[in-house]
């Protein structure tokens, strides 16, 4: 049964549930700590008024004593909160980069499109780490900073009433002055996370087309991109930092007022026995912790503005359900007497612009040899990636074994497949760790079968470790034409019913790529296979041809029929036959 219901996702704070303990411990133990600092000034006071004033060295060292228990105590309970706040942080941000990378890999073809691998990069790893900090942050200092300013603000009311009002004028000046400030550099700091997905976006590019740019000498070029995202960047992040800037001078200064206004007026309150001098020491200390406090304030601020930009973005990503879905399909059972791979009237554009293929219709049984021709942009990898439900058809419907594509599970659909993608992609590991891709049950025997198949068996043979051979990302320690003959044999040490070969032979010589395609013909006599390829003569044997034109089919048949019915088709074959007389032409020797 084909749904298309949308995902009902998570909130970001559920990742939470499994480190309810730590979330809960970690601000008790902090706001044990802070109790504890809250009773140092006062403790002051009485050293001053009671042992100094009156010389009792005794009654010192015991205060002192104190004060040291006070401060070993609350070493213990920021030390265990600390452990607490790194526990469920970390634990936080494994699960929830571990969510999303999940999800993004549930993700089809479409959405890929619509975030782009840069971006996709940054939110799991950059936008995580944001939100791990501000966890860890939220635990060690959320609950302590109110409880400080409101406890320094309570204890300045126990010593002197009066003098309090100092302290509460203090702190609205001062969160007015929080908001007027946050709410400008809120905005900026949303713009920095999408300035950084700009960066990664060259460097990723850069990176991955390195032989290029230095081919063509666009070292500078490259450069002078790279600084422009960068300072971009800079001039983002410097416009947001310039305004939270703002924020210590103004509360320094507020402070600095208060503390004039407390030693001002307590002076005169000492003086007419008000007021004890080390109840005055006390007050300046308690505005001195609320001045440190504000500091954190500031800082948690920053944070959290910016941990609100990364929720936003990486719930932007967990919000989004994928638009091809096997939600409900059960297992399908083959119409008796279809064909194996079927297109009707299909068309399919992407994310809702203008249709790269129109009208297409198409059959082919088993044991078929199918070849897509067409210029650049005529849809040729578009048709085929609509076949292991890559894309979706925007009208009309694919099927194979007579079953439409999205009524299978996905997992029964791609494992019928075999798909050889035009960029090659080995992944490190060893050789029999990439061919075990197709069939992690494939022992050597199927995989060098699979090797001689894709006419890579002689050159991994040769390799002193054969298929212990360790692959580079990449596989950049192979060339390109060992690297597209590797993914062919990943893709046939499955067996697969259906072969789809996306212009993955373009690196090969005219050679090999003949070799390939009569040993394909003759070990895959039942598999149905799709040649995508800019060549004529890598599809002119082809049991079937389909020639697109701007995503119309502009020809079906073979070789021959084609060459007298159609123009499109003439004019490649044409315009390749000198350089196909030059590579020794194939004729009809295959």
Same mark, same amino acid.
């Given at each position: 049964?084909?749904?298309?219901?949308?995902?009902?996702?998570?909130?970001?704070?559920?990742?939470?549930?499994?480190?309810?303990?730590?979330?809960?411990? +970690?601000?008790?133990?902090?706001?044990?700590?802070?109790?504890?600092?809250? /009773?140092?000034?006062?403790?002051?006071?009485?050293?001053?008024?009671?042992?100094?004033?009156?010389?009792?060295?005794?009654?010192?060292?015991?205060?002192?004593?104190?004060?040291?228990?006070?401060?070993?105590?609350?070493?213990?309970?920021?030390?265990?909160?600390?452990?607490?706040?790194?526990?469920?942080?970390?634990? /936080?941000? &494994?699960?929830?980069?571990?969510?999303?990378?999940?999800?993004?890999?549930?993700?089809?073809?479409? %959405?890929?499109?619509?975030?782009?691998?840069?971006?996709?990069?940054? $939110?799991?790893?950059?936008?995580?780490?944001?939100?791990?900090?501000?966890?860890?942050?939220?635990?060690?200092?959320?609950?302590?900073?109110?409880?400080?300013?409101?406890?320094?603000?309570?204890?300045?009311?126990?010593?002197?009433?009066?003098?309090?009002?100092?302290?509460?004028?203090?702190?609205?000046?001062?969160?007015?002055?929080?908001?007027?400030?946050?709410?400008?550099?809120?905005?900026?700091?949303?713009?920095?996370?999408?300035?950084?997905?700009?960066?990664? @976006?060259?460097? $990723? %590019?850069?990176?991955?087309?390195?032989?290029?740019? $230095?081919?063509f000498s666009k070292e500078e070029y490259e450069r002078k991109r790279f600084e422009s995202a960068a300072k971009s960047l800079s001039r983002t992040s410097t416009a947001a930092g310039a305004i939270s800037a703002l924020l210590n001078p103004v509360t320094y200064l507020i402070i600095?007022?208060?503390?004039?206004?407390?030693?001002?007026?307590?002076? =005169?309150?000492?003086?007419?026995?008000?007021?004890?001098?080390?109840?005055?020491?006390?007050?300046?200390?308690?505005?001195? @912790?609320?001045?440190? &406090?504000?500091?954190? =304030?500031?800082?948690?601020?920053?944070?959290?503005?910016?941990?609100?930009?990364?929720?936003?973005?990486?719930?932007?990503?967990?919000?989004?359900?994928?638009?091809?879905?096997?939600?409900?399909?059960?297992?399908?059972?083959?119409?008796?007497?279809? %064909?194996?791979?079927?297109?009707?009237?299909?068309?399919?554009?992407?994310?809702?612009?203008?249709?790269?293929?129109?009208?297409?219709?198409? #059959?082919?049984?088993?044991? &078929?040899?199918?070849?897509?021709?067409?210029?650049?942009?005529?849809?040729?990898?578009?048709?085929?990636?609509?076949?292991?439900?890559?894309?979706?058809?925007?009208?009309?419907?694919?099927?194979?074994?007579?079953?439409?594509?999205?009524?299978?599970?996905?997992?029964?659909?791609?494992?019928?497949?075999?798909?050889?993608?035009?960029?090659?992609?080995?992944?490190?590991? &060893?050789?029999?760790?990439?061919?075990?891709?197709?069939?992690?049950?494939?022992?050597?025997? @199927?995989?060098?079968?699979?090797?001689?198949?894709?006419?890579?068996?002689?050159?991994?043979?040769?390799?002193?470790? +054969?298929?212990?051979?360790?692959?580079?990302?990449?596989? *950049?320690?192979? #060339?390109?034409?060992?690297?597209? *003959?590797?993914?062919?044999?990943?893709?046939?040490?499955?067996?697969?019913?259906?072969?789809?070969?996306?212009?993955?032979?373009?690196?090969?010589?005219?050679?090999?790529?003949?070799?390939?395609?009569?040993?394909?013909?003759?070990?895959?006599?039942?598999?149905?296979?799709?040649?995508? #390829? @800019?060549?004529?003569?890598?599809? $002119?044997?082809?049991?079937?041809?389909?020639?697109?034109?701007?995503?119309?089919?502009?020809?079906?048949?073979?070789?021959?029929?084609?060459? %007298?019915?159609?123009?499109?088709?003439?004019?490649?074959?044409?315009?390749?036959?000198?350089?196909?007389?030059?590579?020794?032409?194939?004729?009809?020797?295959?």
């Amino acid at each position: 049964m084909r749904q298309n219901k949308r995902l009902k996702t998570k909130k970001l704070t559920t990742y939470l549930s499994s480190y309810k303990k730590e979330f809960v411990l +970690g601000p008790f133990f902090k706001l044990l700590e802070a109790v504890l600092e809250l /009773f140092v000034p006062m403790i002051m006071a009485d050293i001053i008024d009671v042992g100094i004033a009156g010389g009792d060295t005794s009654y010192i060292l015991w205060r002192g004593l104190l004060l040291v228990g006070l401060a070993a105590v609350g070493l213990g309970f920021s030390l265990t909160c600390q452990y607490m706040a790194s526990k469920c942080s970390q634990g /936080f941000g &494994t699960d929830l980069r571990n969510a999303l990378f999940k999800h993004v890999n549930s993700l089809s073809h479409a %959405e890929f499109d619509k975030f782009g691998a840069s971006s996709l990069i940054t $939110r799991i790893t950059g936008d995580v780490n944001q939100l791990q900090t501000a966890v860890a942050m939220l635990i060690r200092l959320a609950s302590r900073t109110p409880f400080i300013i409101i406890g320094s603000v309570v204890m300045s009311f126990i010593i002197s009433p009066k003098l309090s009002l100092i302290f509460i004028a203090a702190a609205v000046l001062i969160a007015v002055a929080l908001y007027f400030i946050m709410s400008r550099s809120v905005p900026h700091y949303k713009q920095v996370q999408g300035k950084l997905d700009d960066v990664s @976006q060259v460097t $990723r %590019e850069n990176l991955a087309g390195v032989r290029v740019v $230095r081919a063509f000498s666009k070292e500078e070029y490259e450069r002078k991109r790279f600084e422009s995202a960068a300072k971009s960047l800079s001039r983002t992040s410097t416009a947001a930092g310039a305004i939270s800037a703002l924020l210590n001078p103004v509360t320094y200064l507020i402070i600095n007022m208060a503390v004039i206004a407390v030693l001002w007026f307590g002076g =005169v309150t000492v003086n007419v026995g008000g007021l004890k001098q080390g109840e005055v020491v006390a007050l300046v200390n308690y505005l001195t @912790q609320i001045s440190l &406090t504000l500091v954190v =304030v500031a800082n948690l601020i920053v944070i959290f503005t910016k941990a609100s930009a990364s929720a936003a973005r990486v719930k932007e990503v967990l919000d989004t359900s994928t638009s091809i879905s096997d939600d409900g399909n059960t297992p399908v059972t083959p119409v008796e007497g279809s %064909e194996k791979v079927t297109f009707d009237n299909v068309s399919f554009g992407y994310g809702g612009g203008k249709d790269v293929l129109t009208g297409i219709n198409l #059959s082919a049984s088993s044991g &078929t040899v199918v070849g897509v021709i067409g210029g650049t942009g005529s849809g040729k990898s578009s048709l085929v990636n609509l076949i292991p439900r890559f894309y979706d058809a925007t009208k009309g419907s694919v099927k194979i074994d007579g079953v439409d594509v999205r009524d299978y599970p996905l997992s029964e659909l791609r494992d019928k497949i075999g798909y050889v993608p035009q960029q090659t992609a080995l992944f490190s590991g &060893t050789l029999r760790d990439n061919m075990k891709w197709g069939n992690s049950q494939a022992d050597d025997a @199927q995989i060098m079968r699979a090797l001689e198949l894709a006419q890579a068996a002689d050159f991994v043979s040769a390799l002193p470790d +054969g298929l212990d051979t360790a692959v580079s990302q990449g596989g *950049r320690n192979f #060339s390109g034409g060992q690297r597209q *003959r590797l993914t062919i044999a990943r893709a046939l040490v499955r067996d697969p019913e259906i072969v789809i070969l996306d212009d993955s032979a373009s690196a090969l010589d005219f050679a090999t790529d003949l070799a390939l395609r009569r040993a394909l013909r003759k070990g895959l006599s039942g598999a149905t296979v799709f040649i995508v #390829s @800019q060549r004529a003569s890598s599809i $002119r044997h082809a049991d079937k041809i389909i020639v697109l034109d701007k995503g119309v089919a502009v020809g079906i048949g073979t070789h021959a029929t084609l060459i %007298e019915e159609c123009e499109v088709y003439r004019e490649i074959v044409m315009s390749q036959e000198d350089k196909e007389e030059n590579n020794g032409k194939e004729a009809s020797h295959e």
